[in-house]
C-alpha cells in the first residue's frame, strides 16, 4: 500500500515546488500531459508575463536547456511518464471578416466570455472568484490591456493557448470541443479584443463601422449586454 | 464480491451485536460493518448563492444547494466518509464497469465518487451551461477540461490510486472527490454514517475511515471466519 499511503498524505502546497517541476503552464501538448522539453525551454527563456519569473534571454541556450534537464529531477513524474505529443497546428488561414465573425460566435458558445468578459475585459460573472491550484485568486487574461499572453505572443501561441489549457490555472483545454480548423476563427476574434495595430483589428473596426447594429451582444442569453 | 452501494436503513445492527446479510445464503466470509459518527458541533451546511449562474439559480429556486463538505443525519450521523480497507485482502481486481459522474444542476454527482485504477470514468454535463472539469491531481496528471452545453461525456481514467478533489473554476462552489483506490473493499456512507464491507476472506484488516474535513482513523479487525465484526467510527468535529 505504499503508493496509497503516499496519496493519502495531504502534502501541503507550500512544500511542493510550485512550477516548472512535473508542469509548466505552457504547453505544446494535451492537457493531462507533460510538456515538452521545448515548451519548458521557450517558458524558461519568455518568463511568465505578470509574475516574477523573467525572461532568461542572459542566460545561453546551452544554459537554459542544462537547466531544463536540471527542473526536470524535481519531480518523479519525469522518470515515469513521457511528454505528451505535440497537438497538431494547422497552418492559419487568411484572415477574413467570416473568420472573425465565426470565432466571435465561439466566444460566445464556449462561453469564454464568463471568465474573460463579453469584451475582453476579464470581467466575467466568474472572473471575481477564480483560484489558482493553491486556491489563491487569480484573473483571467485582459485582452484589453494588449499585453503579451503568459505563454507567448504569436497567433499560434494564442492557438495553443486554448487548446491545451494552462496547468496550475483555471484555464481549461478546449481541444474536444473546438474543430483544428475553427481554432484559428478564435484566434482572429480573440486579437480584435486587443488595442494593438493588427491586422484583425483593422477588418473588424473596418467591418463594424457600418454593421454593429447587426451583432447580437456576448453573453447570456437575454442579457443585453 | 465488491460492495459499492450502501446498506439500507436499519439493517445495521449496532453497540458490537452481529450484523445480518442481506440475503438468506450465509456470506462467503466475513462482514465488517458500523456506523460513522461525530462528536462536537460540525459546520453548518450553507446555501449556495447561484445568482452568477441564472441557469442553475433558477433550478434551485425553490429549495437552495447546501455546500457538501460536513453533511450530517440523524444520530450524528456522518455522510460521504468512505470506509475501505487499507491494508489486508484488497479483495478483487479492478472493475471494468464504468463509474459515472454527473454535473447537475451546477452540482457533482456524486459528490464523493470511488473509482479503482484504470476503471472507466464517464464525466457528463446535464446542464444548460459549460462546465470545466479540474481534477487537482497531484500523483497521477492534473487536467482541466471545458465542457460546453450539450458536449458529449468525458471518457477518462485514473492510473493510480489518489484522493483527487475535483473542482470547477466557472462555479467556485462546486467541489467534489474522486477516491482512487486500489482494492475493492469499500463503501460511502449515506445519512444514516453506515457502511458494511463484505466478503473478506478471513485474515487481518486494517481499516480506514476518511472524511475530506475531519481526517482519517484507522481501525484493526481480525476475520477468521464467517463472522460479521462491527466497527464504528467516530470523528471530532469542529465548526470551521
Redesign the interface.
Given at each position: 500500500m505504499a503508493p496509497m499511503a503516499m496519496a493519502l498524505e495531504k502534502t501541503p502546497s507550500g512544500s511542493i515546488p510550485s512550477r516548472g517541476t512535473s508542469r509548466s503552464p505552457c504547453r505544446s501538448t494535451p492537457t493531462g500531459t507533460l510538456p515538452t522539453d521545448e515548451d519548458l525551454f521557450n517558458a524558461m527563456t519568455r518568463g511568465f508575463v505578470t509574475t516574477n519569473m523573467p525572461q532568461w534571454l542572459p542566460l545561453t541556450g546551452q544554459n537554459r536547456a542544462d537547466l531544463v534537464a536540471y527542473i526536470k529531477t524535481f519531480s518523479p513524474k519525469w522518470k515515469t511518464l513521457k511528454p505528451g505529443a505535440p497537438i497538431t497546428v494547422p497552418p492559419e488561414p487568411a484572415l477574413t471578416i467570416e473568420s472573425v465573425l465565426r470565432g466571435r460566435q465561439l466566444y460566445q458558445k464556449m462561453e469564454c466570455w464568463k471568465c474573460h468578459g463579453p469584451r475582453g475585459h476579464a470581467d466575467g460573472p466568474s472572473a471575481a472568484t477564480l483560484t489558482d491550484n493553491k486556491d489563491l485568486p487569480i484573473r483571467p487574461y485582459d485582452f484589453s490591456t494588449g499585453s503579451r499572453f503568459m505563454c507567448g505572443a504569436t497567433n499560434r501561441d494564442l492557438y495553443k493557448i486554448f487548446m491545451t489549457g494552462l496547468d496550475g490555472t483555471p484555464m481549461p483545454s478546449f481541444a474536444d470541443d473546438i474543430k483544428p480548423a475553427d481554432g484559428w476563427d478564435l484566434v482572429h476574434f480573440l486579437r480584435t479584443m486587443q488595442p494593438l495595430k493588427t491586422p484583425e483589428l483593422a477588418i473588424w473596426s473596418a467591418w463594424l463601422a457600418s454593421h454593429a447594429n447587426e451583432l447580437k451582444p456576448i453573453g447570456p442569453p437575454g442579457s443585453g449586454q | 464480491m465488491r460492495i459499492r452501494d450502501l446498506m439500507p436503513l436499519g439493517a445495521v445492527a449496532l453497540a458490537g451485536t452481529a450484523m445480518m446479510g442481506r440475503g438468506t445464503r450465509p456470506p462467503p466470509a466475513g462482514t465488517i460493518g458500523g456506523k460513522v459518527t461525530y462528536t462536537g458541533t460540525p459546520p453548518k451546511m450553507k446555501p449556495i448563492d447561484m445568482a452568477?449562474?441564472?441557469f442553475c439559480a433558477r433550478l434551485h429556486a425553490a429549495a437552495p444547494v447546501l455546500t457538501e463538505n460536513a453533511v450530517t443525519g440523524p444520530g450524528n450521523a456522518l455522510r460521504w466518509v468512505l470506509v475501505y480497507v487499507?491494508?489486508g485482502d484488497q479483495g478483487s481486481a479492478p472493475a471494468t464497469q464504468p463509474v459515472r459522474l454527473d454535473q447537475k444542476g451546477c452540482q457533482y454527482i456524486p459528490h464523493v465518487l470511488v473509482l479503482q485504477p484504470d476503471q472507466p470514468l464517464d464525466i457528463y454535463n446535464d446542464d444548460s451551461?459549460?462546465h470545466?472539469?479540474?481534477p487537482?491531481a497531484?500523483?497521477n496528471?492534473?487536467?482541466?477540461?471545458?465542457?460546453?452545453?450539450g458536449?458529449p461525456p468525458?471518457h477518462t481514467k485514473w492510473e493510480?490510486?489518489?484522493?483527487i478533489p475535483v473542482k470547477c473554476?466557472?462555479?467556485?462552489w462546486m467541489h467534489g472527490w474522486h477516491l482512487?483506490?486500489?482494492g475493492s473493499h469499500y463503501a460511502v456512507t449515506g445519512e444514516d454514517g453506515a457502511f458494511s464491507l463484505q466478503g473478506l476472506p478471513p485474515g487481518k484488516y486494517t481499516v480506514t475511515a476518511?472524511h475530506e474535513q475531519f481526517g482519517?482513523q484507522s481501525q484493526d479487525v481480525t476475520i477468521s471466519g464467517n463472522e460479521a465484526a462491527t466497527v464504528n467510527f467516530v470523528f471530532k468535529a469542529t465548526p470551521y
Open positions: - | 452568477k449562474e441564472p487499507s491494508a451551461t459549460s470545466n472539469i479540474h487537482l497531484r500523483v496528471p492534473e487536467w482541466n477540461k471545458s465542457q460546453p452545453i458536449a468525458i493510480k490510486p489518489e484522493f473554476n466557472v462555479h467556485p482512487v483506490l486500489a476518511w482519517t
